[in-house]
């Protein structure tokens, strides 16, 4: 594998024997390293960090894995970081490295509290899924940061309480997705100046009546609010 200068592309799907990322220095040209379901995986090697072609990294599904390397701040060019069940503590600080970055996926992100202030600095994120976040008990402030943000995904985040008024600094923002929510009781009339939300996805939270900011959203096309108490 040494000799493969020229690999674009490295899969390694489901090697549950694999606990380090072996000799990645000598895949200079490699773009996309996927990793998934690696569940004894527990290091990757810093010389990750040479990898300057690299724009997509799955890590999904890498139980093991509790923490990323500092060098990874290098990876100038990555788009997509995919963080799915994995049992990193935090999103490291240095993704404000990260300029480039368009999607985070930190789904079942069982042991994320927060987000670090250094997410602000993505400004070309433009999706952002935490659906599964059990213990995030409330909505990152960076966030309202991300202005070219397209896509928030909420999806089954227990705790969450509230939705903030500063959600409707998104302004490019397409899709909110809050189902599963159930503890959140009302929503801020903030969203209605989402003007460019194409999908509203509300079923089972807490909210009882339909939100009369629903009629400023002239560009809605999915709406979802299955709920059981929700009254017309």
């Known amino acids: 594998m040494m000799k493969a200068e020229k690999l674009k592309v490295l899969n390694l799907t489901s090697c549950h024997s694999l606990k380090r990322t072996p000799y990645l220095s000598a895949f200079k040209r490699l773009e996309i390293l996927i990793l998934r379901d690696c569940n004894e995986l527990e290091q990757i090697d810093n010389c990750i960090g040479d990898m300057e072609n690299l724009i997509s990294l799955d890590l999904s599904g890498c139980s093991s894995l509790k923490k990323l390397p500092l060098q990874m701040a290098k990876l100038e060019q990555l788009k997509e970081l995919l963080l799915d069940e994995t049992t990193i503590q935090e999103i490291p600080p240095f993704t404000s490295s990260l300029k480039k970055l368009e999607m985070l996926n930190a789904r079942d992100y069982k042991s994320l509290i927060g987000f670090p202030?250094?997410?602000?600095?993505?400004?070309?994120?433009?999706?952002?899924?935490?659906?599964?976040?059990?213990?995030?008990?409330?909505?990152?402030?960076?966030?309202?940061?991300?202005?070219?943000?397209?896509?928030?995904?909420?999806?089954?985040?227990?705790?969450?309480?509230?939705?903030?008024?500063?959600i409707g600094n998104l302004k490019l923002l397409t899709q909110l997705d809050l189902s599963g929510c159930s503890r959140i009781q009302?929503?801020?009339?903030?969203?209605?100046?989402?003007?460019?939300?194409?999908?509203?996805?509300?079923?089972?939270?807490?909210?009882?009546?339909?939100?009369?900011?629903?009629?400023?959203?002239?560009?809605?096309?999915?709406?979802?609010?299955?709920?059981?108490?929700?009254?017309l």
């Open 117 to 166: 202030d250094s997410v602000s600095s993505l400004v070309n994120l433009s999706t952002l899924v935490l659906s599964g976040c059990v213990e995030l008990a409330t909505l990152p402030h960076s966030i309202r940061f991300l202005e070219n943000l397209q896509c928030l995904s909420l999806r089954s985040c227990q705790q969450l309480r509230e939705i903030p008024s500063w």
């Open 186 to 231: 009302q929503l801020p009339p903030q969203i209605g100046e989402l003007k460019q939300l194409k999908e509203l996805l509300i079923d089972e939270i807490g909210i009882q009546e339909i939100p009369s900011f629903i009629s400023s959203l002239e560009k809605l096309e999915t709406w979802s609010a299955n709920n059981r108490k929700l009254t």
